[in-house]
C-alpha cells in the first residue's frame, strides 16, 4: 500500500507537469510565432518480486513478476509544425514558410525566432522592436550586389537616407527623317541625359541629308556651360545610311563622347561615354518627326519604401523610379530543432542538443521562404489542448483516488489493533 501511495504521488507530480505546459500553450494560442509543447511520460523502475525461469524438463517456465512503482516526466518537447500565416501589410513583418529561424543578434550573441514583427529604427535598421535586437542578414553593396558567402550583419534600410542616380548608357531615338529632303536640308532635336552624378544634360542632335542616297549625317552640340567637347561633332559627323525600304541597314548605333570643363564643383565620370540608338528610324517619304524614346539614365532619387520577396532579398523604392536591392533577410537551421532551449520574448537560443547555426539565404539548404507584410501566428491547436485538458484533469483525479484508497486501507489496517 506504501507504494501504491507514492506512485500515486508521481502521477500527481507528472500530471501536475502536463497541465502547466498546456496552461502555457492555451496562453499563447494568439502569440505571434508562438511554438506550442507537449509532455510525455514514462514508467520508474518497477520491484520484481519474482524473476522469469526458463523452461526446464516438464517445468514450462514462468515470466517476471513486477509491480511499477510510479510515473515519470520523460520529456517536454516543442512543436515547431507551421503556423497560420497572417496578412499585416505592413513591409516589415516577416514570415517563414517552411523551415528555419530569423537571426537576431545583441552585438555578442544570436538568438532565433519565429516571430518577424520587426521595424526600422531611427537609424534605418531592421531589428525586433518588443527587445531591441537586431535582425541579422547580407547587406548589398552600392550596385545591389549581395554576397551570400559573407559574414551576417545588421540590415540597414535606410528610408529617405539614401540616393541613387543611374549614369546614362543608351538612349532610343525613334521617328522619321523625310526622304524627299534636299541636301543639305537639317532637322534637329534636344535630348536630356543624364551623367554619373544624376545631373540632366541637354544634348542637341542635328540630322543633315548629304548627297549620297539615302544618307544622313548626325553631329551633337550643347548650350550646357559644363560640356567642354562633343563627339561626333559638326566637324567630324558621324552617318546613318538607310536602304530603299527605308531601314537603317549602317549607322545604327552611334557612340557618344563627352568631356567636361575643367574645375567644376563636383566633376562627374570624365569622360561620359554613352550610346544612342538610331535602329527604329526610318527614311520614308513623310514629314520628319524625330524624337527620343527612351533613355536608362535617372536623376538623384530617394529610398521612399523597400518590399522583401521570398527569398528574403530586400528591394528599394527611390522616388526617381528606380529599384535596387538594398540587402537579404537571412535564416538558419539546425540539425536537431528539438534541442533549442527557449529564451523567452518569443526567442530561442542553440545549445549542444541542437547543434550549431547553419545560416544561409533563404530557400536553401532545408530553409524556408520568406514573406513580406505577413506574419506567422502560434501553431497551438486550440482543439487538441482543450482534449489533452480533459485527459490530464481525468489522469490527476484517478492519481488522487489511489492516494486515498490506499489511505483508507492503511486506516483499516490500523483499526486491527482495536
Known sequence: MGSAIYAGVTGLQVHQRRLDVIASNIANVNTTGYRSSRVLFQDLFSQTLTGARAPVGQFGGNNPMQIGLGVRLASIDTNFGQGTLQTTGVASDLAIQGGGFFVLSDGSADYYTRDGSFDINANGQLIDSATGLFVQGFQADGAGTIDP???????TIPVGGTSIVRE????????????????GDTVTRTIQVFDSLGTARDITITF???????????????TDPDIDTLSPDAGTPGTITFDTDGNVSAGGIGAVTVTFVAGL?????DPFLFDLDFEAMTQLSDD????????????????????????????????????????QVALANFANNGGLARFGDNLFRDTPGSGPAQIGIPNTGGRGSVSGGVLEGSNVDLGTEFSNLIVTQRGFQANARTITTADALLQETVNLVR
Request: glycine share 14%; charged share 15%; aromatic share 6%.
Open 149 to 155: 558567402n559573407g559574414a551576417v550583419t545588421n540590415l
Open 288 to 327: 520628319s518627326d524625330i524624337s527620343l524614346q527612351n533613355q536608362d539614365g535617372y536623376p538623384r532619387g530617394t529610398l521612399e519604401a523597400f518590399n522583401i520577396g521570398g527569398d528574403g532579398i530586400i528591394n528599394g523604392v527611390f522616388s526617381n523610379g528606380l529599384t535596387q536591392v538594398i540587402g
Open 208 to 222: 543633315e541629308k548629304t548627297a549620297a542616297a539615302n544618307e544622313w549625317e548626325w553631329s551633337l552640340s550643347s
Open 265 to 269: 564643383p563636383a566633376t562627374p565620370v
Open 168 to 183: 546614362t548608357t543608351i538612349g532610343t531615338l525613334i521617328g522619321n527623317l523625310d526622304a524627299d529632303a534636299a541636301v
